[in-house]
């Protein structure tokens, strides 16, 4: 395990920007790492996963540790469920498509979401219609300060939309080491009533597959919608969907949509709807264009790319432009979902 000095992070971001590591090390087991965190105590730290959630304005002044923990494992199973454990450094496509390959139900609308597994607790990530937290059972985590190990279940973690523990009360205080999910062997509740499944299915499948589709079907389609919306982070640097869908009031909203009936909505609760994000941004002027190398996808207004040398700040700018431009035109304020270095 070594310790390397300035060390750029432009293949470790998959917006591609250009930043360096005043220090960088890559851990591969949980012993390297509470080595590491021992013996730079006093040294400022960096965790880095996937980098798939984070948009990086100036270089780190920290040490950088990269989380490169493999494997996955079966650690208990009965004749309906499997619970599923695997290590941080896994990529998360790669191991939903693992899950399916063993007909393992509960992953597959989260097909091609980048990143690796690591990262799903802390933003309890989500794809048509699911979320982390409906196959979570835990994950066990390193504390930074003193390297202890924890477990923490679904009720300790917070989950919200896009939210957890691990981004508010507890955030910069472990490093998530592996993940425990509980998946389906039989009697999988597939999921195609959310956005553009249904239509995706009818296209290349059977009545029979279209009515009761395979996780393997479901799960192409879902690869199929996102590679027709989405740019892949290797050819157009980005970090997936940029921002939040809002979430209001019903109250607050009916007066909006009175104004704007022609505005998408969501009854997310009895008091509460979503408003998708990416539909206000396109509303506002801003799908296709570009600001330098800066811009937002043609496909889909929700993803802010990076068209070759944009810095992480042009893109934050451009950003700010979005939220300023949509809360002036709708009265709505919506949130960034990536974490800005």
Known sequence: MEIQNN?????????????????????????ELKIILEENKAQKKFILGGGSNMLLTKDIDALVIHIDLKGKK??????????????????WHEF???TIEQNFGGMENMSLIPGNVGATPVQN????????KDTFVSCEAMTIENQEMKTFIKEDCNFGYRESIFKNEAKNQYVITSVVFKLTKRNHKINISYGDIMAELAKNNSEASRLNPSLKEV????????QSKLPD???????????????LLKSDFEKIHQQFPEM???????????????????QAGFK?????DAGIHKNQALVLVNYGNATGQEILNVSKNIQETVFKTFGIHIEAEVNVI
Request: charged share 25%.
């Open 7 to 31: 060390i750029s992070l432009k293949k470790y971001n998959t917006f591609g920007i250009e930043a360096k590591a005043k220090q960088f090390a890559k851990v591969h087991s949980t012993d």
């Open 74 to 91: 079966i650690i208990q199973e009965n004749d309906d469920f499997v619970w599923v454990e695997s290590q941080a450094g896994e990529n």
């Open 96 to 98: 939903v498509l693992w």
């Open 125 to 132: 990530i989500g794809a048509y219609g699911t979320e982390i």
């Open 219 to 226: 799960s192409n389609a879902v690869i199929a919608i996102r």
């Open 233 to 247: 982070p290797k050819e157009l640097g980005n970090s997936g969907s940029f921002f939040k869908n809002p979430i």
């Open 264 to 282: 998408k909505y969501f009854d997310i609760s009895d008091t509460e709807v979503k408003v998708p994000a990416g539909w206000l941004i396109e």
């Open 288 to 292: 296709g264009k570009r600001f330098g």
